[in-house]
């Protein structure tokens, strides 16, 4: 007993509306069908290929029904098969493009999702993409005039929106700068013309540019390939290819350092370092080890400025690169930033002069030495730990500082202190021998450092800034000058006098 017939698939699964679609029924047990059915209604014709293939035209219909293969055996089972409707367009853009093809437009529209065919008249496009179901990206192929663009779902073929070929003109060059450049290319040329608007493509004789930028329809600027000898620069656009303009490939030796200035800076990079040497014009790198520099400038052939990057502490070398290769490398310093840890005496008086011990880091390269705003009257720089400095005239307490390559330090504390001044003693006579006490009056006393009775330094007690009190030493009979002296100076004198015990 024969089985019943099998569908197991069916090829396209979506049709017109309006019927007509060509299906491909798969299965078994097909042979003597007598009817094919999309739901209630007779497929429009049918035909057994094999016990395992049938092809059916679809009748019109709506939705989706159930395909059915009946034989001597029985019916089999169903397959889906879906009405699509039929995809409509409502805009496309741009509307024109050139004859020569290649414009991507966006078609605009309704249900042309499982778009299979794009068409420009009866010409299908180069390619296309469905974006949705209401919008498609296509490329134009080559053409002429004005032609309907229609998009074929398994819905149908959709109306037409028109699309017209434009004549393009063939671009016109009319001048290259710089008209030659290395045979290692790499350098920016400009081409001048007319009718560049989508150029495709720069040639150096028969070899692309390495890279191009359509500035204006009068401008490109083109990057040139390796090379050599003299060539035909050309661009070619949908309107075709440009006539030639002549770019010679010359040798250019690598450029040359002979030396930096400043040599170092401070390992936060920013400041400003010119190179010299030969051949930098069309430099296109500066690199401080392997760092890029911040920013140049090709001032000559024979100069750059350049910003320094950020770097470690240490030397580097500086390396430029031209279209002739890159350079020799000069030796440049990154140094740390410098730190000051003590100042000693931290303290002077206010008409300057005294030498200062600075101790710290990083002092090597020393440009500067300042008490507040004012520079040191002198320093000597004795290592990388130590500056020795001359304060100038000031007054109150100001920070000192120290400038070197690497930038400006912290800065330590240093008092001006004023010159101590005495107005009187008391008592102001006393024996020969010492014990006494003598009381010192007078201002600026309270970094009295030594009281002196003539050359003879005495004890002393610092009670205030207006009091200090002095054991008087022994001497012989007669007056002595009392000095104090401070960090700020020498006090003026005054006398004390030693009396003898009275003679028998």
Known sequence: MASPPVISS?????GSPGGGTPVTLTGSNFTQATAVRFGPNFALSYTVVSATQITAVAPPGSGTVQITVTTPAGTSNGVAFGYAAAPTLTAISPATGPAAGGTTVTLTGTNLLGATAVRF??????????????QITAVAPPGSGTVQVTVTTPGGTSNGVSYTYVAV?????????????????????TLTGSGFTGATAVRF????ATSFTVMSATQITAVAPPGSGTVQVTVTTPGGTSNGVSYTYVAVPAPVLTSVSPGQGPVGGGNTVTLTGSGLTGVTAVTFGSTPALSFTVVSATQITAVAPPGATGPVQITVTGPGGTSNGVTYFYVGVPTLTGAAPAQGPTSGGTTVTLTGTNLLGATAVRFGAVNATSFTVVSATQIT?????????????????GGTSNGVPYTYVSTPVLSSLSP???????????????????????????????????VSDIWVTAIAPSGPAGPVNVQVTTPGGNSNSLVYTRVGPPGI
């Open 10 to 14: 069916v090829s396209p699964a979506v």
């Open 169 to 189: 003109p063939a671009p016109v060059l009319t001048s290259v700068s710089p008209g030659q450049g290395p045979t290692g290319g790499g350098n920016t040329v």
């Open 428 to 462: 102001t006579e006393g024996p020969l021998d010492a014990g006494t006490t003598v009381t010192l009056f007078g201002s600026g006393l309270t970094t009295t450092s030594s009281v002196l009775f003539g050359s003879t330094p005495a004890s002393f007690t610092v």
């Open 205 to 208: 004789g028969a070899v692309s």
């Open 121 to 134: 008249g009866a010409v299908n496009a180069t390619s296309f993409t469905v974006m949705s179901a209401t």
């Open 389 to 405: 400095a001359v304060a100038p005239p000031g007054s109150g307490t100001v920070q000192i500082t120290v400038v070197t390559p």
